[in-house]
């Protein structure tokens, strides 16, 4: 397993979640998982690695020597333990973010990935030449992994003895390419022949991810529907033919989450903890969490907002519709962080209704949890989400998740209709235009259903039983890795 983050090591987003749980899954189901990833700063684990290889790595023509550390870590429930492997060379990854500083990309990102992957082959061969360990699948997490592949697939004579190895691509969101000016190819080593419209060219830039996705074996993504949406000009990002030329397609599975860390009956950051039995806990953490963010204690919904503030995110037309929510007896909490416009106005709107909206600007991961659990509602506008974490952690706490109608959010809430309510699989609430009026539409419709108290608890009865372990996804994995 290769990534540029995993929890509990370094984090951006999503993927790092999504790493650090599916090796653990798949360790605890008796397969033996090393993960790969850049030794930066920071990580909490720094003190307890050895080192365990040291090679030299072409990068930009030059040599370069890395060091690679490792921590065994023992996984409850396993017969043995998960192998972490770090690619230590401190004038690419000791730095003060993983991909950026002050908002701005590295200038350099291309040279750090070009250097890592080509670090995790040496690693692959190393362990496989060394007699260590039979490696029989290689799987790449987005752009910043993906010229594993290109480099597997085109330099054969190179890496002499991982013929048989097989290489899946997980694609976590098509908004991020890996796109550099088209005059560093050079610092690739590829063959001149790959700069070209059916290779990594694209638009006289170079494409890391398209790379990836022509030469991985297979090409997975974390959401049965997205992995439909991204075959379409909406959602491709430009490489929709690319992708709809792979014969095999693109498999979608739905992620799960750490149902051990996110469980309201022993989280140690609540007020109280609670069960589907007995949601007494959640009017406490309510209470709690108005306290907390200096907001009447009243028994009004309690509609939460929880992620990144971007365009991406439809968060845009929530402000839009900040009037009309005011002119209902309803409050809202927001955490997190993102574009400085969408951040000021919500400034602004705080300001304005100080009684009626808590702000937490910044990501505060206890506050994520007793958001949570203190809400009664999630707001997800997303206007493509592949798959989509917060309204998994929603349903498992009994806040009612909100959401549009895309990728990952379609496949994991089931929509609050006649049918779904008298069959008891309704768990939430879905609109589909990316628009004020149609997000305003299931709002009402939410608060209305909210007063019909024995259908409001149905909808969270039903929500906190669904199955969101890493144990389903993990299995089928390791059905699409046996395929291969």
Request: aromatic share 10%.
């Amino acid at each position: 397993m290769a990534a540029s983050e995993a929890v509990p090591y370094a984090k951006t987003g999503g993927l790092a979640d999504v790493v650090g749980a599916l090796v653990i899954e798949l360790t605890k189901a008796g397969h033996y998982v090393t993960l790969l990833m850049p030794g930066y700063r920071g990580r909490t684990s720094r003190e307890s690695c050895q080192p365990a290889m040291r090679f030299s790595i072409p990068v930009d023509g030059k040599p370069v020597d890395v060091t690679v550390e490792e921590e065994n870590v023992p996984v409850i429930g396993a017969l043995h333990r998960l192998r972490v492997l770090f690619v230590r060379y401190d004038p690419y990854f000791d730095r003060q973010g993983l991909y950026q500083q002050d908002h701005h990309d590295y200038p350099d990102n291309l040279d750090r990935f070009i250097l890592f992957c080509r670090a995790v082959l040496e690693v692959v061969r190393n362990l496989i030449e060394t007699g260590e360990k039979k490696v029989d699948v290689l799987h790449l997490h987005d752009w910043q992994t993906a010229l594993c592949a290109v480099y597997l697939k085109t330099f054969p004579h190179e890496y002499k003895g991982l013929e048989r190895l097989k290489v899946l691509l997980s694609l976590h969101n098509m908004g991020y390419q890996g796109i550099f000016p088209g005059q560093q190819f050079v610092k690739t080593g590829l063959l001149p022949s790959l700069f070209s419209p059916s290779g990594l060219e694209f638009y006289g830039s170079i494409n890391c991810l398209k790379g990836g996705i022509i030469f991985s074996d297979a090409v997975s993504t974390v959401s049965p529907t997205y992995a439909k949406e991204i075959m379409t000009a909406e959602y491709g990002c430009g490489l929709e033919g690319v992708l709809a030329s792979r014969a095999d397609g693109v498999r979608g599975i739905t992620n799960g989450i750490d149902v051990a860390t996110w469980n309201p009956e022993t989280d140690s950051y609540l007020a109280a903890q609670y069960t589907a039995a007995d949601l007494s806990g959640k009017q406490a953490c309510k209470r709690a969490l108005q306290r907390e963010l200096g907001l009447p204690n009243r028994d009004v919904p309690l509609l939460a907002v929880i992620g990144r503030l971007t365009f991406q995110k439809g968060f845009d037309l929530l402000i839009d519709m900040i009037p009309e929510l005011m002119s209902l007896d309803t409050q809202i909490v927001v955490l997190g962080t993102g574009d400085h416009h969408l951040e000021q106005q919500f400034i602004a709107a705080n300001t304005r209704y100080p009684n009626r909206i808590g702000l937490c600007l910044g990501f505060d991961e206890g506050m994520a949890h007793r958001i949570e659990a203190g809400s009664d509602m999630l707001i997800m506008p997303s206007r493509y989400e592949p798959c989509g974490l917060s309204q998994l952690y929603s349903l498992r706490y009994g806040t009612v998740p909100i959401v549009r109608r895309t990728g990952g959010l379609a496949d994991t809430v089931v929509p609050y209709r006649p049918s779904t309510v008298k069959s008891r699989c309704a768990t939430g609430f879905h609109f589909i235009d990316a628009s004020t009026d149609s997000l305003l539409s299931a709002l009402l419709l939410s608060l209305h259903v909210y007063k019909e108290r024995q259908t409001w608890q149905s909808l969270i009865h039903t929500g906190m039983k669904t199955d969101l372990s890493w144990d389903r996804s993990a299995k089928l994995y390791v059905e699409l890795y046996r395929g291969l």
